[in-house]
């Protein structure tokens, strides 16, 4: 049985973090969750100094303090996956882009790890103290909306968004308690013990 945990980015996972940056480009993939490493690929040290500023922001309506992680499968130590939560959210991230954005090296989609990757963020928003957390997905990319929906996600709308992607939208709610507690029998195996 294949297990997962998540790593805190460091300077000692720097080829492996542009390696999974460099698959998307490879396949023409968007690429969301990463915490911006994609503009970054030229100065990996200054984007871990980005992710330290970004977990200590104060929030305001521009930004809002996020913490990013690697997603890793235990038997080879890749990096499958990211994810990138903020435990504030400002009123254009309740508007859009929500507590959580996640992605999954396009090699490795369709096994199931993003709802891994899903299910391990909403253990860290209880943590922080948060009962419901917003998603949202491109209505064009299913693979998402079905991640969120498959831990219980309920839409609230769908819309079409024309400050930043210009298409359309869904925005979900999770009920963090509800879902850790219904799926734990299912994900709490696949979750490396630490």
Partial sequence: ?????????????????????AEFHRFGSDINGSGGLDRFTDDYEGWLLKLEEDRNLVPDEKKSPAETYFLVRSADKKIVGMVNIRYVLNERLKKYGGNIG????????????????????????????????????????????????ALGGVMLREYFEDEFDHCMVRDYEIDVEKSLERFSHIYEPLLEKT
């Fill in 1 to 21: 049985m294949e297990r997962f945990y998540y790593e805190t980015p460091s300077v000692s996972r720097k080829a492996d973090a542009l390696e999974y940056i």
């Fill in 102 to 149: 996640y992605s999954i090296r396009p090699t490795e989609r369709r096994k199931g790890y993003n709802k891994i990757n899903l299910y391990l963020a909403l253990k860290l928003c209880r943590l922080h103290g948060l009962k419901k957390v917003l998603l949202d997905a491109d209505t064009d990319n299913p693979a998402s909306w079905r991640t969120i929906e």
